[in-house]
Protein backbone atom coordinates (compact mmCIF):
# COMPACT_ATOMS: atom_id res chain seq x y z
CA UNK A 1 0.00 0.00 0.00
CA UNK A 2 1.86 3.19 -0.84
CA UNK A 3 2.00 5.99 2.09
CA UNK A 4 -0.22 8.20 -0.42
CA UNK A 5 -3.43 5.97 -0.11
CA UNK A 6 -3.15 6.63 3.88
CA UNK A 7 -3.52 10.28 3.41
CA UNK A 8 -5.59 10.24 0.23
CA UNK A 9 -9.24 11.54 0.25
CA UNK A 10 -11.06 8.71 -0.75
CA UNK A 11 -9.34 6.62 2.48
CA UNK A 12 -11.99 5.35 4.36
CA UNK A 13 -12.23 4.97 8.07
CA UNK A 14 -15.49 4.86 9.04
CA UNK A 15 -15.67 0.68 9.67
CA UNK A 16 -12.44 0.28 11.04
CA UNK A 17 -13.12 -0.25 14.52
CA UNK A 18 -15.84 -2.43 14.04
CA UNK A 19 -12.89 -4.38 11.68
CA UNK A 20 -10.84 -4.53 14.69
CA UNK A 21 -13.20 -6.28 16.94
CA UNK A 22 -14.19 -8.61 14.51
CA UNK A 23 -10.47 -9.40 14.19
CA UNK A 24 -9.93 -9.49 17.73
CA UNK A 25 -12.85 -11.51 18.33
CA UNK A 26 -12.07 -14.37 16.05
CA UNK A 27 -8.33 -14.42 17.51
CA UNK A 28 -9.53 -14.92 21.03
CA UNK A 29 -11.74 -17.73 19.66
CA UNK A 30 -9.51 -19.44 17.78
CA UNK A 31 -6.61 -19.41 20.69
CA UNK A 32 -9.53 -20.21 23.11
CA UNK A 33 -9.84 -23.53 20.78
CA UNK A 34 -6.08 -23.67 20.90
CA UNK A 35 -6.16 -23.64 24.60
CA UNK A 36 -8.84 -26.62 25.16
CA UNK A 37 -7.09 -29.00 22.95
CA UNK A 38 -4.12 -28.41 25.20
CA UNK A 39 -6.26 -28.86 28.60
CA UNK A 40 -8.01 -31.49 27.25
CA UNK A 41 -4.77 -33.77 27.04
CA UNK A 42 -3.36 -32.23 30.65
CA UNK A 43 -6.86 -33.51 32.53
CA UNK A 44 -6.44 -36.85 30.47
CA UNK A 45 -2.74 -37.28 32.14
CA UNK A 46 -3.93 -35.38 34.97
CA UNK A 47 -6.68 -37.42 36.13
CA UNK A 48 -4.91 -40.91 34.93
CA UNK A 49 -1.76 -39.63 36.88
CA UNK A 50 -3.29 -39.20 40.01
CA UNK A 51 -5.79 -42.23 40.60
CA UNK A 52 -2.90 -44.55 39.12
CA UNK A 53 -0.45 -42.96 41.40
CA UNK A 54 -1.31 -45.02 44.13
CA UNK A 55 -0.79 -48.40 42.57
CA UNK A 56 2.38 -47.64 40.69
CA UNK A 57 5.25 -49.53 41.73
CA UNK A 58 7.31 -52.46 40.76
CA UNK A 59 4.92 -55.05 41.66
CA UNK A 60 2.84 -53.89 38.77
CA UNK A 61 5.28 -54.35 36.27
CA UNK A 62 6.51 -57.85 38.00
CA UNK A 63 3.62 -59.83 39.66
CA UNK A 64 1.26 -61.23 38.36
CA UNK A 65 -2.74 -61.07 39.21
CA UNK A 66 -4.33 -62.81 41.46
CA UNK A 67 -7.93 -64.14 41.17
CA UNK A 68 -10.22 -63.55 44.00
CA UNK A 69 -7.45 -62.50 45.70
CA UNK A 70 -8.43 -62.15 49.81
CA UNK A 71 -5.43 -61.35 51.17
CA UNK A 72 -3.07 -58.30 50.43
CA UNK A 73 -0.54 -60.10 48.64
CA UNK A 74 1.20 -58.43 46.48
CA UNK A 75 -0.33 -58.58 42.50
CA UNK A 76 0.10 -56.79 39.34
CA UNK A 77 -0.14 -56.66 35.71
CA UNK A 78 2.98 -58.67 34.77
CA UNK A 79 0.54 -60.90 32.50
CA UNK A 80 -0.95 -58.07 30.45
CA UNK A 81 2.85 -55.87 29.84
CA UNK A 82 4.55 -59.26 29.05
CA UNK A 83 1.92 -60.06 26.27
CA UNK A 84 1.77 -55.92 24.91
CA UNK A 85 5.53 -56.31 24.33
CA UNK A 86 5.36 -59.89 22.33
CA UNK A 87 2.46 -59.30 20.36
CA UNK A 88 3.39 -55.27 19.67
CA UNK A 89 6.98 -56.82 19.09
CA UNK A 90 5.76 -59.41 17.06
CA UNK A 91 3.17 -56.77 15.36
CA UNK A 92 6.22 -54.68 14.59
CA UNK A 93 8.15 -57.35 13.04
CA UNK A 94 5.21 -58.24 10.16
CA UNK A 95 4.43 -54.38 9.26
CA UNK A 96 7.39 -53.56 9.34
CA UNK A 97 8.96 -55.23 6.26
CA UNK A 98 5.92 -54.99 4.47
CA UNK A 99 5.00 -51.37 5.17
CA UNK A 100 9.01 -50.34 3.89
CA UNK A 101 8.78 -52.71 0.45
CA UNK A 102 5.04 -51.39 -0.56
CA UNK A 103 6.31 -47.67 -0.13
CA UNK A 104 9.98 -48.47 -2.29
CA UNK A 105 7.64 -50.21 -4.76
CA UNK A 106 5.57 -47.36 -4.76
CA UNK A 107 7.96 -44.79 -4.50
CA UNK A 108 10.43 -45.93 -6.86
CA UNK A 109 9.05 -48.73 -8.96
CA UNK A 110 5.37 -47.91 -9.26
CA UNK A 111 3.67 -45.63 -12.48
CA UNK A 112 1.70 -42.57 -10.86
CA UNK A 113 -1.72 -44.54 -11.73
CA UNK A 114 -0.74 -47.23 -9.77
CA UNK A 115 1.28 -45.16 -6.73
CA UNK A 116 -1.97 -42.67 -6.26
CA UNK A 117 -4.38 -45.50 -6.16
CA UNK A 118 -2.52 -47.51 -3.82
CA UNK A 119 -2.40 -44.45 -1.94
CA UNK A 120 -5.28 -44.19 -1.61
CA UNK A 121 -6.42 -47.91 -0.40
CA UNK A 122 -2.87 -47.01 2.63
CA UNK A 123 -5.03 -44.27 3.04
CA UNK A 124 -8.10 -45.77 3.32
CA UNK A 125 -7.30 -48.68 5.57
CA UNK A 126 -5.55 -45.98 7.85
CA UNK A 127 -8.85 -45.12 8.57
CA UNK A 128 -10.87 -48.55 9.14
CA UNK A 129 -11.72 -49.04 12.33
CA UNK A 130 -9.64 -51.00 14.75
CA UNK A 131 -12.81 -52.84 15.78
CA UNK A 132 -13.41 -53.62 12.09
CA UNK A 133 -9.82 -55.15 11.36
CA UNK A 134 -10.33 -57.03 14.47
CA UNK A 135 -13.64 -58.45 13.33
CA UNK A 136 -12.18 -59.30 10.12
CA UNK A 137 -9.20 -61.03 11.78
CA UNK A 138 -11.95 -62.57 13.75
CA UNK A 139 -13.47 -64.23 10.99
CA UNK A 140 -10.37 -64.89 9.26
CA UNK A 141 -8.23 -66.41 11.71
CA UNK A 142 -9.77 -67.02 15.15
CA UNK A 143 -13.00 -68.58 13.97
CA UNK A 144 -12.72 -72.40 14.67
CA UNK A 145 -9.31 -72.24 15.48
CA UNK A 146 -9.29 -70.20 19.16
CA UNK A 147 -7.43 -67.06 19.66
CA UNK A 148 -3.65 -66.41 20.29
CA UNK A 149 -1.29 -63.26 20.25
CA UNK A 150 0.22 -64.16 16.61
CA UNK A 151 -3.25 -63.41 15.58
CA UNK A 152 -3.74 -60.38 17.48
CA UNK A 153 -0.13 -59.08 16.41
CA UNK A 154 -1.79 -60.24 12.89
CA UNK A 155 -4.60 -57.32 13.87
CA UNK A 156 -2.41 -55.28 15.16
CA UNK A 157 -0.03 -55.29 12.31
CA UNK A 158 -2.71 -54.20 9.84
CA UNK A 159 -3.04 -50.80 11.65
CA UNK A 160 0.64 -50.44 11.39
CA UNK A 161 0.96 -51.54 7.81
CA UNK A 162 -0.47 -48.52 6.65
CA UNK A 163 1.46 -45.84 8.77
CA UNK A 164 4.54 -47.65 8.55
CA UNK A 165 4.51 -47.39 4.31
CA UNK A 166 2.92 -43.51 4.48
CA UNK A 167 5.99 -42.43 6.56
CA UNK A 168 8.34 -44.23 4.75
CA UNK A 169 6.99 -43.30 1.25
CA UNK A 170 7.35 -39.42 2.83
CA UNK A 171 11.57 -39.27 3.43
CA UNK A 172 12.02 -41.74 0.51
CA UNK A 173 9.94 -38.43 -1.35
CA UNK A 174 12.42 -36.40 0.33
CA UNK A 175 15.51 -38.23 -0.94
CA UNK A 176 16.83 -35.95 -3.86
CA UNK A 177 16.82 -37.08 -7.50
CA UNK A 178 20.17 -36.41 -8.21
CA UNK A 179 21.66 -39.24 -5.93
CA UNK A 180 19.44 -42.13 -7.86
CA UNK A 181 20.61 -40.42 -11.05
CA UNK A 182 24.43 -40.82 -9.69
CA UNK A 183 23.67 -44.83 -8.69
CA UNK A 184 21.76 -45.64 -12.23
CA UNK A 185 24.52 -43.55 -14.21
CA UNK A 186 26.99 -45.37 -13.11
CA UNK A 187 25.01 -48.59 -14.97
CA UNK A 188 24.02 -49.77 -11.96
CA UNK A 189 20.49 -51.54 -11.75
CA UNK A 190 17.64 -49.57 -9.97
CA UNK A 191 17.34 -52.38 -7.31
CA UNK A 192 20.78 -51.95 -5.99
CA UNK A 193 20.50 -48.05 -6.40
CA UNK A 194 17.61 -48.17 -4.34
CA UNK A 195 18.96 -50.67 -1.54
CA UNK A 196 22.26 -49.13 -1.21
CA UNK A 197 21.84 -45.69 -1.48
CA UNK A 198 18.46 -44.19 -1.45
CA UNK A 199 17.49 -46.56 1.46
CA UNK A 200 19.51 -46.03 4.05
CA UNK A 201 19.15 -42.22 3.43
CA UNK A 202 15.61 -42.32 5.08
CA UNK A 203 16.93 -45.28 7.92
CA UNK A 204 15.64 -42.29 10.58
CA UNK A 205 12.27 -41.59 9.03
CA UNK A 206 11.23 -45.29 8.88
CA UNK A 207 12.46 -45.69 12.70
CA UNK A 208 10.34 -42.30 13.03
CA UNK A 209 7.57 -43.82 11.08
CA UNK A 210 7.93 -47.02 13.06
CA UNK A 211 7.91 -45.55 16.26
CA UNK A 212 4.80 -43.07 15.97
CA UNK A 213 2.78 -46.84 14.73
CA UNK A 214 3.97 -48.34 17.49
CA UNK A 215 2.60 -46.04 19.86
CA UNK A 216 -0.66 -46.18 18.02
CA UNK A 217 -1.12 -49.68 18.09
CA UNK A 218 -0.17 -50.20 21.53
CA UNK A 219 -2.86 -48.88 23.11
CA UNK A 220 -4.90 -50.44 20.72
CA UNK A 221 -7.86 -52.32 22.80
CA UNK A 222 -10.47 -53.21 19.64
CA UNK A 223 -8.84 -55.77 17.57
CA UNK A 224 -7.41 -57.93 20.71
CA UNK A 225 -11.03 -57.97 22.60
CA UNK A 226 -11.28 -60.70 19.32
CA UNK A 227 -8.12 -62.07 18.94
CA UNK A 228 -6.18 -62.21 22.21
CA UNK A 229 -8.26 -61.74 25.34
CA UNK A 230 -9.69 -64.80 26.63
CA UNK A 231 -6.50 -65.69 29.18
CA UNK A 232 -5.87 -66.45 32.88
CA UNK A 233 -3.38 -65.19 35.02
CA UNK A 234 -0.13 -66.59 34.22
CA UNK A 235 2.24 -64.56 32.33
CA UNK A 236 3.20 -66.00 29.32
CA UNK A 237 5.39 -65.26 26.34
CA UNK A 238 4.21 -67.80 23.68
CA UNK A 239 2.64 -66.40 21.23
CA UNK A 240 1.10 -69.76 20.36
CA UNK A 241 -1.47 -69.04 23.26
CA UNK A 242 -3.71 -65.98 23.98
CA UNK A 243 -1.77 -63.46 25.83
CA UNK A 244 -3.17 -60.75 28.09
CA UNK A 245 -2.07 -57.43 27.12
CA UNK A 246 -2.49 -53.36 28.88
CA UNK A 247 -5.50 -51.72 26.87
CA UNK A 248 -7.29 -55.50 27.15
CA UNK A 249 -6.48 -55.55 30.90
CA UNK A 250 -7.57 -52.28 31.88
CA UNK A 251 -10.96 -52.74 30.33
CA UNK A 252 -11.21 -56.10 32.12
CA UNK A 253 -10.60 -54.69 35.57
CA UNK A 254 -12.40 -51.29 35.24
CA UNK A 255 -15.63 -53.86 35.59
CA UNK A 256 -14.09 -55.49 38.65
CA UNK A 257 -15.81 -54.53 41.73
CA UNK A 258 -12.98 -54.26 43.53
CA UNK A 259 -11.90 -50.74 44.04
CA UNK A 260 -7.85 -52.19 44.01
CA UNK A 261 -8.72 -53.42 40.75
CA UNK A 262 -9.76 -49.87 39.44
CA UNK A 263 -6.66 -48.42 40.96
CA UNK A 264 -4.75 -51.28 38.93
CA UNK A 265 -6.04 -50.64 35.84
CA UNK A 266 -5.28 -46.60 36.21
CA UNK A 267 -2.16 -46.95 37.21
CA UNK A 268 -1.68 -49.30 34.18
CA UNK A 269 -3.10 -46.93 32.12
CA UNK A 270 -0.56 -44.16 33.26
CA UNK A 271 2.28 -46.82 32.34
CA UNK A 272 0.58 -47.27 28.83
CA UNK A 273 -0.25 -43.21 28.67
CA UNK A 274 3.66 -42.39 29.40
CA UNK A 275 4.92 -45.02 27.02
CA UNK A 276 2.92 -43.48 23.92
CA UNK A 277 4.10 -39.93 24.88
CA UNK A 278 8.09 -41.05 25.59
CA UNK A 279 7.71 -42.93 21.86
CA UNK A 280 5.59 -39.70 20.19
CA UNK A 281 8.07 -37.56 21.24
CA UNK A 282 10.93 -39.63 20.76
CA UNK A 283 9.71 -40.26 17.03
CA UNK A 284 8.98 -36.73 16.44
CA UNK A 285 12.76 -35.65 17.66
CA UNK A 286 13.53 -38.49 15.00
CA UNK A 287 12.36 -37.06 12.63
CA UNK A 288 12.83 -33.83 13.10
CA UNK A 289 16.82 -34.53 13.07
CA UNK A 290 16.46 -36.80 10.14
CA UNK A 291 14.41 -34.37 7.90
CA UNK A 292 16.79 -31.15 9.11
CA UNK A 293 19.88 -33.94 8.10
CA UNK A 294 18.52 -35.18 4.77
CA UNK A 295 17.53 -31.22 4.16
CA UNK A 296 20.74 -29.77 5.21
CA UNK A 297 22.37 -31.71 1.82
CA UNK B 1 25.57 -1.27 -32.06
CA UNK B 2 29.09 -2.51 -33.73
CA UNK B 3 28.18 -3.57 -37.02
CA UNK B 4 31.53 -5.25 -37.21
CA UNK B 5 31.16 -9.07 -37.26
CA UNK B 6 33.71 -9.93 -34.49
CA UNK B 7 33.73 -13.23 -32.43
CA UNK B 8 33.35 -13.07 -29.11
CA UNK B 9 34.91 -16.08 -28.54
CA UNK B 10 39.03 -16.32 -29.36
CA UNK B 11 39.41 -19.88 -30.20
CA UNK B 12 42.29 -20.74 -28.27
CA UNK B 13 44.63 -23.55 -30.24
CA UNK B 14 47.34 -23.77 -28.65
CA UNK B 15 46.34 -25.83 -25.82
CA UNK B 16 44.61 -28.34 -28.39
CA UNK B 17 46.73 -31.10 -30.57
CA UNK B 18 45.13 -30.30 -34.35
CA UNK B 19 42.16 -32.78 -34.82
CA UNK B 20 42.80 -36.07 -36.88
CA UNK B 21 41.72 -35.42 -40.70
CA UNK B 22 37.85 -36.50 -40.45
CA UNK B 23 38.28 -39.73 -42.70
CA UNK B 24 40.30 -40.79 -39.69
CA UNK B 25 38.11 -40.47 -37.07
CA UNK B 26 35.84 -43.37 -36.16
CA UNK B 27 32.20 -43.14 -35.48
CA UNK B 28 31.20 -43.73 -32.04
CA UNK B 29 27.09 -42.50 -31.69
CA UNK B 30 25.34 -42.31 -35.26
CA UNK B 31 21.89 -40.51 -34.49
CA UNK B 32 19.54 -40.54 -36.91
CA UNK B 33 16.31 -38.61 -36.75
CA UNK B 34 15.95 -38.41 -33.24
CA UNK B 35 13.03 -36.50 -32.03
CA UNK B 36 12.70 -36.36 -28.02
CA UNK B 37 9.28 -35.88 -26.50
CA UNK B 38 7.72 -34.98 -23.22
CA UNK B 39 4.08 -36.06 -22.65
CA UNK B 40 3.65 -35.21 -26.47
CA UNK B 41 5.70 -31.65 -26.31
CA UNK B 42 8.37 -32.21 -28.50
CA UNK B 43 12.03 -31.06 -26.70
CA UNK B 44 14.22 -31.81 -29.63
CA UNK B 45 13.24 -32.30 -33.12
CA UNK B 46 15.13 -34.37 -35.82
CA UNK B 47 18.34 -34.46 -35.00
CA UNK B 48 20.86 -35.95 -37.06
CA UNK B 49 24.89 -35.94 -36.43
CA UNK B 50 27.68 -38.54 -35.78
CA UNK B 51 29.61 -38.24 -32.57
CA UNK B 52 33.50 -39.13 -32.83
CA UNK B 53 35.62 -41.42 -31.09
CA UNK B 54 38.48 -39.85 -28.48
CA UNK B 55 37.46 -36.06 -28.97
CA UNK B 56 35.77 -33.58 -27.19
CA UNK B 57 32.29 -32.95 -28.71
CA UNK B 58 30.57 -30.31 -27.15
CA UNK B 59 26.57 -28.95 -27.31
CA UNK B 60 25.87 -25.35 -26.92
CA UNK B 61 23.10 -23.54 -27.54
CA UNK B 62 21.07 -21.26 -25.60
CA UNK B 63 18.63 -22.14 -22.18
CA UNK B 64 15.62 -24.04 -23.09
CA UNK B 65 16.99 -25.68 -26.56
CA UNK B 66 16.89 -29.13 -25.20
CA UNK B 67 20.74 -29.68 -25.15
CA UNK B 68 20.42 -31.37 -21.76
CA UNK B 69 17.60 -33.25 -22.62
CA UNK B 70 19.41 -34.61 -26.18
CA UNK B 71 22.63 -35.44 -24.02
CA UNK B 72 20.46 -37.48 -21.48
CA UNK B 73 19.50 -39.92 -24.67
CA UNK B 74 22.62 -41.24 -25.28
CA UNK B 75 22.76 -43.19 -21.87
CA UNK B 76 18.56 -43.67 -21.11
CA UNK B 77 18.50 -41.57 -18.58
CA UNK B 78 15.07 -39.77 -19.59
CA UNK B 79 13.86 -43.44 -19.04
CA UNK B 80 13.45 -42.13 -15.40
CA UNK B 81 11.37 -39.32 -16.69
CA UNK B 82 7.09 -40.54 -16.48
CA UNK B 83 5.61 -39.29 -20.31
CA UNK B 84 8.86 -39.38 -22.04
CA UNK B 85 9.23 -41.02 -25.52
CA UNK B 86 12.05 -40.80 -28.17
CA UNK B 87 11.62 -41.55 -31.79
CA UNK B 88 14.48 -41.95 -34.07
CA UNK B 89 17.58 -43.65 -33.65
CA UNK B 90 20.54 -43.68 -31.73
CA UNK B 91 23.30 -45.89 -33.17
CA UNK B 92 26.34 -46.72 -30.73
CA UNK B 93 29.11 -48.74 -32.25
CA UNK B 94 26.74 -49.85 -34.91
CA UNK B 95 24.07 -51.02 -32.60
CA UNK B 96 20.87 -48.99 -31.96
CA UNK B 97 20.62 -48.35 -28.13
CA UNK B 98 17.14 -46.08 -27.94
CA UNK B 99 14.89 -49.11 -28.57
CA UNK B 100 12.95 -50.93 -25.59
CA UNK B 101 14.76 -54.36 -25.87
CA UNK B 102 18.26 -52.53 -25.36
CA UNK B 103 18.75 -52.85 -20.88
CA UNK B 104 19.35 -49.60 -19.81
CA UNK B 105 21.65 -50.31 -17.11
CA UNK B 106 24.06 -51.44 -19.97
CA UNK B 107 24.01 -48.50 -21.73
CA UNK B 108 24.77 -46.47 -18.55
CA UNK B 109 27.67 -49.17 -17.89
CA UNK B 110 29.39 -48.30 -21.25
CA UNK B 111 28.54 -44.55 -21.15
CA UNK B 112 29.00 -42.69 -18.04
CA UNK B 113 27.33 -39.63 -16.69
CA UNK B 114 28.27 -36.26 -14.60
CA UNK B 115 25.69 -34.31 -13.97
CA UNK B 116 24.90 -30.46 -13.66
CA UNK B 117 25.10 -30.34 -9.71
CA UNK B 118 27.87 -32.64 -8.03
CA UNK B 119 25.93 -35.80 -6.53
CA UNK B 120 28.40 -37.65 -4.36
CA UNK B 121 26.75 -39.87 -2.43
CA UNK B 122 26.49 -39.59 1.39
CA UNK B 123 29.36 -41.79 1.99
CA UNK B 124 33.46 -41.43 2.33
CA UNK B 125 35.58 -40.31 -0.18
CA UNK B 126 36.73 -43.97 -0.96
CA UNK B 127 33.15 -45.07 -0.80
CA UNK B 128 32.28 -43.12 -3.66
CA UNK B 129 34.60 -44.39 -5.98
CA UNK B 130 34.48 -47.96 -4.37
CA UNK B 131 31.14 -48.62 -4.73
CA UNK B 132 30.58 -48.81 -8.41
CA UNK B 133 33.51 -50.62 -8.53
CA UNK B 134 32.19 -53.34 -6.09
CA UNK B 135 28.85 -53.42 -7.19
CA UNK B 136 30.04 -54.10 -10.62
CA UNK B 137 32.11 -56.84 -9.93
CA UNK B 138 35.19 -54.69 -10.46
CA UNK B 139 36.66 -56.15 -7.09
CA UNK B 140 40.38 -56.77 -7.79
CA UNK B 141 42.64 -54.07 -6.98
CA UNK B 142 40.20 -51.91 -5.44
CA UNK B 143 42.76 -49.31 -3.70
CA UNK B 144 44.49 -49.20 -7.04
CA UNK B 145 41.44 -48.58 -9.13
CA UNK B 146 40.47 -45.65 -6.64
CA UNK B 147 43.70 -44.07 -6.65
CA UNK B 148 44.26 -44.56 -10.18
CA UNK B 149 40.62 -42.86 -10.40
CA UNK B 150 41.45 -40.27 -8.25
CA UNK B 151 44.46 -39.09 -10.05
CA UNK B 152 43.16 -38.95 -13.27
CA UNK B 153 40.08 -36.42 -11.61
CA UNK B 154 43.45 -34.46 -10.43
CA UNK B 155 41.85 -34.95 -7.13
CA UNK B 156 44.02 -37.47 -5.72
CA UNK B 157 47.05 -35.05 -3.97
CA UNK B 158 44.07 -32.96 -2.03
CA UNK B 159 42.16 -36.14 -0.51
CA UNK B 160 44.78 -38.79 -0.86
CA UNK B 161 44.96 -38.43 3.54
CA UNK B 162 41.79 -38.03 3.78
CA UNK B 163 40.09 -40.95 2.18
CA UNK B 164 37.55 -41.62 5.16
CA UNK B 165 36.64 -38.34 5.78
CA UNK B 166 33.08 -37.83 4.00
CA UNK B 167 32.29 -36.86 0.16
CA UNK B 168 29.90 -33.79 1.89
CA UNK B 169 33.17 -32.33 3.03
CA UNK B 170 34.51 -31.55 0.13
CA UNK B 171 34.20 -28.13 -1.65
CA UNK B 172 31.82 -28.36 -5.29
CA UNK B 173 34.46 -28.19 -7.21
CA UNK B 174 36.62 -31.26 -5.77
CA UNK B 175 32.98 -33.03 -5.17
CA UNK B 176 32.54 -32.35 -9.00
CA UNK B 177 35.83 -34.03 -9.36
CA UNK B 178 35.04 -36.98 -7.39
CA UNK B 179 32.02 -37.54 -9.55
CA UNK B 180 34.26 -37.73 -12.40
CA UNK B 181 36.59 -39.78 -10.66
CA UNK B 182 33.37 -41.78 -9.62
CA UNK B 183 32.21 -42.35 -13.58
CA UNK B 184 35.52 -43.31 -14.83
CA UNK B 185 36.76 -45.54 -11.98
CA UNK B 186 34.30 -47.92 -13.54
CA UNK B 187 35.66 -47.81 -16.82
CA UNK B 188 33.40 -46.35 -19.42
CA UNK B 189 33.76 -46.01 -22.91
CA UNK B 190 31.93 -42.54 -22.83
CA UNK B 191 31.97 -40.29 -20.65
CA UNK B 192 28.68 -37.55 -20.70
CA UNK B 193 28.98 -34.19 -19.27
CA UNK B 194 25.65 -31.83 -18.68
CA UNK B 195 27.24 -28.41 -17.61
CA UNK B 196 29.58 -29.92 -15.54
CA UNK B 197 31.30 -26.61 -14.59
CA UNK B 198 27.95 -24.65 -14.57
CA UNK B 199 28.40 -24.56 -10.18
CA UNK B 200 32.35 -24.21 -10.39
CA UNK B 201 34.69 -21.32 -10.01
CA UNK B 202 37.13 -20.56 -12.77
CA UNK B 203 39.66 -22.77 -11.21
CA UNK B 204 37.37 -26.01 -10.80
CA UNK B 205 36.84 -25.44 -14.08
CA UNK B 206 40.04 -24.91 -15.23
CA UNK B 207 40.28 -28.14 -13.61
CA UNK B 208 38.22 -30.27 -15.42
CA UNK B 209 38.86 -28.57 -18.57
CA UNK B 210 42.31 -30.15 -18.64
CA UNK B 211 41.01 -33.40 -16.98
CA UNK B 212 38.96 -33.72 -20.10
CA UNK B 213 42.10 -32.48 -22.20
CA UNK B 214 44.01 -35.45 -20.44
CA UNK B 215 41.57 -38.57 -20.66
CA UNK B 216 40.33 -37.69 -24.32
CA UNK B 217 42.80 -39.83 -25.84
CA UNK B 218 41.53 -42.59 -23.80
CA UNK B 219 37.66 -42.02 -23.43
CA UNK B 220 35.27 -39.84 -25.84
CA UNK B 221 33.26 -37.43 -23.68
CA UNK B 222 30.26 -35.77 -24.75
CA UNK B 223 29.69 -31.77 -23.30
CA UNK B 224 26.90 -29.79 -22.91
CA UNK B 225 27.60 -26.32 -21.92
CA UNK B 226 26.26 -22.60 -21.93
CA UNK B 227 29.47 -21.17 -21.83
CA UNK B 228 30.96 -20.72 -25.28
CA UNK B 229 34.30 -19.80 -24.36
CA UNK B 230 34.34 -23.85 -22.10
CA UNK B 231 33.33 -24.82 -25.80
CA UNK B 232 35.93 -23.37 -27.57
CA UNK B 233 38.71 -24.62 -25.38
CA UNK B 234 38.07 -28.00 -24.84
CA UNK B 235 36.09 -29.24 -27.66
CA UNK B 236 36.99 -30.65 -31.25
CA UNK B 237 33.68 -30.77 -32.81
CA UNK B 238 30.95 -28.45 -31.61
CA UNK B 239 27.25 -28.22 -32.20
CA UNK B 240 25.08 -25.49 -32.21
CA UNK B 241 21.65 -25.86 -31.06
CA UNK B 242 18.61 -23.20 -31.25
CA UNK B 243 15.03 -23.06 -30.56
CA UNK B 244 12.81 -23.79 -33.40
CA UNK B 245 9.27 -21.46 -33.00
CA UNK B 246 6.21 -23.44 -34.22
CA UNK B 247 2.99 -21.69 -36.09
CA UNK B 248 0.74 -22.24 -33.18
CA UNK B 249 3.51 -21.05 -30.33
CA UNK B 250 5.11 -24.09 -29.64
CA UNK B 251 8.63 -24.61 -29.48
CA UNK B 252 11.93 -27.00 -29.43
CA UNK B 253 15.18 -27.72 -29.56
CA UNK B 254 16.67 -28.29 -33.09
CA UNK B 255 20.60 -28.84 -34.46
CA UNK B 256 21.49 -26.06 -36.08
CA UNK B 257 25.06 -26.41 -37.31
CA UNK B 258 27.66 -29.61 -36.77
CA UNK B 259 31.45 -28.66 -37.32
CA UNK B 260 34.65 -28.08 -36.53
CA UNK B 261 34.95 -25.71 -32.98
CA UNK B 262 37.30 -23.58 -35.57
CA UNK B 263 34.47 -23.05 -37.76
CA UNK B 264 31.81 -23.11 -35.56
CA UNK B 265 33.77 -20.37 -34.00
CA UNK B 266 35.33 -18.25 -36.66
CA UNK B 267 33.50 -19.15 -39.91
CA UNK B 268 29.93 -20.72 -38.89
CA UNK B 269 27.75 -21.15 -42.55
CA UNK B 270 24.36 -20.32 -40.64
CA UNK B 271 23.42 -17.03 -39.59
CA UNK B 272 21.78 -18.16 -36.19
CA UNK B 273 25.20 -19.89 -35.22
CA UNK B 274 26.92 -16.15 -36.09
CA UNK B 275 24.55 -15.02 -34.24
CA UNK B 276 25.05 -16.58 -30.94
CA UNK B 277 28.85 -16.84 -31.06
CA UNK B 278 29.25 -13.33 -31.72
CA UNK B 279 26.91 -12.45 -28.71
CA UNK B 280 24.07 -11.01 -30.35
CA UNK B 281 21.41 -13.83 -29.23
CA UNK B 282 21.04 -15.63 -25.89
Same mark, same amino acid.
Given at each position: ????????????????????????????????????????????????????????????????????????????????????????????????????????????????????????????????????????????????????????????????????????????????????????????????????????????????????????????????????????????????????????????????????????????????????????????????????????? | ???????????????????????????????????????????????????????????????????????????????????????????????????????????????????????????????????????????? $??? =?? #??? &???????? %?? !??? +????????????????????????????????????????????????????????????????????????????????????????????????? $??? =?? #??? &???????? %?? !??? +???
Amino acid at each position: MSAQGLTGPGLRLDRLPRRRRVNRLMEGLAWLAAAIAIAILGVVVFSVAQKGASELNLNLLTKPPIQFSLTNAPQGLANAFAGTLVIVGLATAMALPVGILVAVYLNEFAPASIRNGVSMALDILNGVPAIVIGIFVFGLLVVGSGQSGLKGAFALSCLMLPLVARATMEVLALVPNSLREAGLGLGVPQWRTTLSIVLPQTVGGIVTGTVLAVARVAGETAPLLFTSSLVGTQTSWNPYHALQTVPVAIFELSESPDPADHARAWAAALVLLVFILIASLGGRWLATRSRTKMLAR | MSTTIEPTVRVETTRRQPMPPRERLETIFHVDGLDAIYSGKPAVKDVTMEVYKNLVTAIIGPSGCGKSTYIRCFNRMNDLIPGFTQTGTIRYHGQDISGSNIDPVAVRRNIGMVFQRPNPFPKSIHDNVAWGLKVLGMRD $DLD =ER #IER &ALTRAALW %DE !VKD +RLKASALSLSGGQQQRLCIARAIAVEPDVVLMDEPASALDPIATQAIESLMHDLKSEYTFVIVTHNMQQAARVADMTAFFSISQGDEGQRWGELIEY $DAT =EK #IFT &APSDKRTE %DY !VTG +RFG
